[in-house]
C-alpha cells in the first residue's frame, strides 16, 4: 500500500522555540495532505488541509501563524510549529488522501511526538 | 451534534471469537465515505477498511468486514477471528462529499474504542 512518512518521529525543545515536522508521501503524489493533532487518550483533531502549490486551510481555532504549513511539492508538506509552548506538547500526524480509483483510501505518516520544556 | 458516535469506550474478547465495534454517523450529504482505522500504541494510523455511501455490498477486508446499515446510520467493525495481535485503539472516522474543493478528503473521527484481546 501507499506509504507516508514523517520526521522527525520525536522531538523535544526549549519552551519559545521553533519545530519543523515533514510529511512525504513516498510512492505517490499528492495534491492534498492534513495535519492532525491528538493528546493522550483523545481522538484525532484536523488542523489544516495542506494542497500544494496554495495556501492551506486552517480548521476553526487553530492558530495559522502559530502552525505554519508549506505544501511546497507533490510529495513533501511541512509543519511549523512556531514558539511552541508547553501546551503545544502533542502527537502530530499527517495524512495524504490517495488519488481515488475504485476505492479511497487514505494514509497517514507513523506521527511525530512534541514534548516542549 | 457529534458526527461519529463511538459508544464503547473499551471492548474485550477472547482470542479466536469474533467482536463488533459500533459507529453511528450524522450527516445530511447524500455522499460520504466511511473509515476504519486501528492505531497500537506505537501511534501510527493504519488503515483497515472503507465504505462508501453508495456501495451496495458491505466492505469486507480479510478479518475485517463493516456492517454498513444506512437507514440506520450506523458502520459497526466486525473483527472475525481476534488475536492478540489486534489488541489497540480503533477510530471510525467518515469524510463528507463528492471531489471538489480544496478540503475535500479531510475526516471527522469517533472517540475511539480501546479493543483488548485476551489469551
Known amino acids: 500500500g501507499a506509504v507516508v512518512s514523517q520526521h522527525p518521529s520525536r522531538v523535544i525543545c526549549k519552551s519559545g522555540t521553533s519545530v519543523k515536522i515533514e510529511c512525504r508521501s513516498l510512492?505517490?503524489?499528492?495534491?492534498?495532505m492534513f495535519w492532525y493533532r491528538q493528546f493522550p487518550k483523545q481522538s484525532l483533531m484536523l488542523m489544516a488541509t495542506?494542497?500544494?502549490?496554495?495556501?492551506?486551510?486552517?480548521e476553526q481555532g487553530v492558530e495559522k501563524d502559530k502552525f505554519l504549513i508549506n505544501h511546497a511539492s507533490l510529495t513533501l508538506s511541512t509543519l511549523t510549529v512556531t514558539s511552541a509552548h508547553p501546551e503545544d506538547s502533542s502527537f502530530y500526524i499527517c495524512s495524504a488522501r490517495v488519488p481515488s480509483g475504485l476505492q479511497e483510501t487514505q494514509y497517514f505518516g507513523p506521527g511525530t511526538r512534541l514534548l516542549v520544556l | 451534534a457529534q458526527k461519529i458516535t463511538q459508544t464503547q469506550p473499551g471492548m474485550f474478547v477472547q482470542e479466536k471469537e469474533a467482536v463488533t465495534l459500533d459507529c453511528t454517523y450524522d450527516?445530511?450529504?447524500?455522499?460520504?465515505?466511511l473509515f476504519w482505522y486501528k492505531q497500537p500504541s506505537s501511534g501510527e494510523m493504519i488503515f483497515l477498511i472503507y465504505?462508501?455511501?453508495?456501495?451496495?455490498q458491505n466492505a469486507t477486508e480479510g478479518r475485517y468486514s463493516l456492517n454498513f446499515q444506512k437507514a440506520r446510520k450506523s458502520a459497526n467493525l466486525v473483527i472475525s477471528a481476534s488475536q492478540l495481535g489486534d489488541s489497540a485503539m480503533y477510530f471510525c472516522a467518515m469524510r463528507e462529499g463528492r471531489p471538489r474543493g480544496t478540503s475535500y478528503g479531510k475526516l471527522t473521527f469517533g472517540q475511539g474504542t480501546i479493543l483488548t484481546v485476551h489469551p
Open positions: 465504505q462508501g455511501s453508495y456501495d451496495q
Open positions: 510512492d505517490f503524489q499528492a495534491t492534498t
Open positions: 495542506s494542497n500544494e502549490g496554495s495556501k492551506a486551510t486552517y
Open positions: 450527516t445530511s450529504d447524500p455522499s460520504y465515505g
